[in-house]
């Protein structure tokens, strides 16, 4: 419907809704179809971890692993331009696509779009370090143009949105080319509690490059697996729950969860108000950080945002390298996080602070959150840990539940050319539909979402009523774990408190807590699991709006990894590809 209207001079300018001759657009429809079949040939087997999936040529340019400023570099210098970059990726998801499945739709508009920057730049006009660079956006994040935007959901499935999402238009000005949208854990991960995650019945089952067979991290799976396989450069992906952080330190990546408020919400299909933000993932703190810079800021459509701190300069000039760790001091919330690690895991992490000791920087055991026994599930990730102990007015889950169910619905009121206006209609469609959307528990629904539909349901016997224990549930979880992370970071009432907490992100409690206090965190690569493949991070946690701290700090780690962490197995490593025959679903959680 959206293609046929008569555009506007900016959608021209931008790509969105351009009317053109019937047999292009046709062509383009046919290209973006095309890149679930594989134009490749085979991966052949490999044995002891060798690639199965070399980085096609891109001309002269080493594309696999290049940054942003690769990028920009060679475009200065004529050796590339943003349509043979465009092409480049293109062709890594056709390599890739029906492996992993990062990418749930490709942007017919994207062709044009790459073409427009191209003229800018001869025309001596480049907008910034984003100019003519390839991306994607969670399935979540609205684009006004010829793609869908439905949560992964085929209830959603030709609707059409009001207007782009505040984000997304921020990176068109910014002139970043859309690629398309990624693959995700349906409803980002709202749906079900016991479902297989980074599953959607729209975009079926992603899986992360190191190893198929288990959790990919969620819910932005796509959003992370592909910029980890290096299927576009930098990536949108949002989080509620640990949805950016996890699926950043699970594929060796860095991801960046800002502040509540930082980021616009508007034209996210929502899930918390109250936890809700709109994260970057990037291979570097750099490219996740250029990224961040051109989406945060106010908007007046999302009242959370517009009382936020300006941040002059933004978040880039704040990148540095190892030579600043000797004015840092890190906390260690050992009790709280760390005791919750594996050996393995713990071993490698401890070696990373003994590097960071290395190079200068302080490090200062047991600065605990606040109360961290009554709010740290000593069992793993549960948000609903309140109830567990028997105080549903002190569970997280208790208010997502009533937020999801008055979120959703004044969200749907703005969409077009869809019946689906409540959560009873997503919950009906998912009963009618039950072969593809999986209404009913496994074995009478389908095995990826076990548990049903689970999550909608409870959340629809709230009837969105905000009564007594919903405000004090709010209550209890925002301030006891602001209180808790701001105690630590202000150990023994230092003058200026610490540089960051440190935590491990594969323990879920740790972002977990900074999500009900809506705190920034970063997650940097640390290592990977001998036996599994899988990734693990180290994270730097902050109190609201010090993400110039998180940028600082992270990118100064970064740096010290790079140049002194390798030969110890620490930071970034390709993936190996393990298990890329195998299709299982459900996939393991480990």
């Known amino acids: 419907m959206s293609s046929i209207r008569k555009p506007t001079n900016d959608e021209r300018d931008n790509g969105t809704l351009r009317a053109e001759p019937v047999f292009a657009l046709s062509q383009q429809l046919v290209n973006a179809v095309s890149v679930f079949a594989n134009h490749h040939d085979p991966p052949k087997a490999v044995r002891n971890g060798d690639d199965a999936f070399p980085f096609p040529p891109c001309g002269n340019f080493t594309l696999e692993e290049a940054s942003i400023d690769d990028m920009q570099h060679a475009m200065s210098a004529g050796r590339l331009n943003a349509t043979q970059l465009l092409e480049c990726y293109t062709d890594r998801v056709y390599q890739t696509q029906e492996y992993i499945n990062s990418v749930l739709q490709l942007n017919p508009d994207a062709p044009h779009i790459a073409a427009t920057r191209d003229r800018e730049r001869q025309d001596g006009h480049v907008r910034g370090p984003l100019h003519g660079i390839p991306f994607m956006v969670k399935d979540n994040i609205a684009s006004r143009d010829k793609m869908q935007t439905t949560a992964g959901s085929w209830a959603l499935q030709g609707s059409v949105v009001p207007r782009d999402a505040f984000v997304l238009s921020k990176l068109r000005d910014a002139g970043a080319v859309l690629m398309g949208k990624s693959t995700l854990s349906e409803w980002a991960d709202m749906r079900s509690n016991n479902y297989s995650e980074g599953y959607s019945g729209r975009g079926g089952q992603c899986r992360s490059a190191y190893n198929f067979t288990v959790n990919p991290g969620g819910s932005s799976s796509g959003s992370a697996v592909g910029v980890a396989a290096n299927v576009f450069a930098f990536a949108l992906g949002t989080e509620t729950d640990g949805s950016v952080i996890n699926p950043a330190e699970r594929n060796a990546i860095v991801g960046i969860k800002p502040t509540v408020g930082r980021t616009s919400r508007n034209g996210v299909i929502p899930e918390s108000t109250h936890q809700d933000t709109v994260g970057t993932f990037g291979r570097t703190v750099r490219d996740a950080t250029y990224a961040f810079d051109a989406i945060w800021g106010p908007d007046s459509r999302d009242p959370a945002s517009t009382s936020q701190p300006l941040q002059r300069g933004g978040y880039a000039s704040l990148l540095t390298n190892k030579q600043a760790l000797r004015t840092a001091t ?244 390709l993936p190996k590809w393990q298990g890329y025959l195998r299709r299982n679903i459900p996939v393991i959680n480990a």
């Open 330 to 573: 890190f906390g260690i919330p050992w009790d709280s996080f760390w005791v919750y690690t594996d050996m393995e895991q713990r071993a490698k992490l401890l070696s990373f602070l003994s590097l960071l000791e290395s190079a200068g920087a302080k490090v200062v055991n047991h600065t605990e959150i606040t109360d961290f026994k009554t709010l740290v599930s000593p069992n793993g990730w549960d948000w609903d840990y309140g109830t567990t102990r028997g105080y549903k007015n002190e569970s997280e889950y208790t208010y997502v539940a009533v937020d999801f169910y008055n979120n959703i619905a004044e969200y749907l009121s703005e969409l077009e050319n869809t019946d689906v206006r409540t959560l009873q209609d997503i919950v009906d469609y998912n009963y009618a539909n039950d072969g593809t959307e999986g209404g009913k528990p496994y074995p009478d629904g389908i095995s990826a979402f076990y548990s049903g539909q689970d999550g909608l349901l409870a959340s629809l016997a709230t009837g969105g009523v905000t009564n007594k224990t919903y405000w004090q549930a709010l209550g209890f979880c925002q301030n006891k774990t602001r209180n808790g992370i701001d105690d630590a970071l202000a150990h023994n009432h230092a003058a200026h408190g610490l540089s960051a907490l440190l935590v491990p992100p594969d323990v879920g409690q740790s972002y977990q807590i900074a999500a009900q206090a809506g705190y920034p965190m970063l997650t940097l690569p640390a290592a990977m699991h001998s036996e599994s493949g899988m990734p693990y991070g180290l994270a730097l946690m902050q109190t609201a709006w010090a993400e110039d701290k998180l940028v600082k700090w992270g990118s100064a780690i970064e740096n010290l990894v790079s140049s002194q962490g390798k030969k110890d197995g620490l930071g970034r490593a």
